[in-house]
């Protein structure tokens, strides 16, 4: 059965966007990082938020621009959306977080269904079907923007410690949820 894993690069101060889902401030940090390049041959489906999919993109201006991972994946995206229409090109476009996250986890196999989008991460989370997070630590303070997750009032989560890498742009933090 597929592990649904929510993976972000994130700003030391916790934001994975900046002010109105900026994500230029990524494009100086996208190095080469051996968890994520043996990670991304293992996802079977990505599970994708409508802001996330039609928003900014840190590869913008280049051949790899409107690519999951800049190019280096290609599968069945599933995308939360409140309008959703026809599928195109492997994209099928789904009314609700529990409907996608069934969809993509049959897709997926025995693989990961990545989640991109905060919102959505944080419904999974809610529907108790997240299972895992990946944040990529940049050396940036960003002060605003789309925190990883933003839940007031929520009560804590308790997460257990997978792994812990470096590289020289980054910290890759693994979690998996225990609670």
Known sequence: MATTL??????????????????????????????????????????????TFGGDDPYRGTDRAGKPFGGGWDGPQFVVTHHPRPPADGITFVPDVATAVTAARAAAGDGYVNILGADIARQCLTLGELDEILTIIAPVLLGSGTRLFDAPGTPPVQLEQVSVTHTPKAINTWMRIIN
């Open 6 to 51: 929510y993976s972000a690069t994130m700003s030391l101060d916790g934001f994975i966007a900046g002010p109105d889902g900026d994500m230029s401030w990524l494009t100086p940090h996208i190095a080469p990082n051996p968890l994520v390049d043996d990670l991304i041959p293992r996802i079977g489906a990505l599970l994708v938020g409508n802001r």
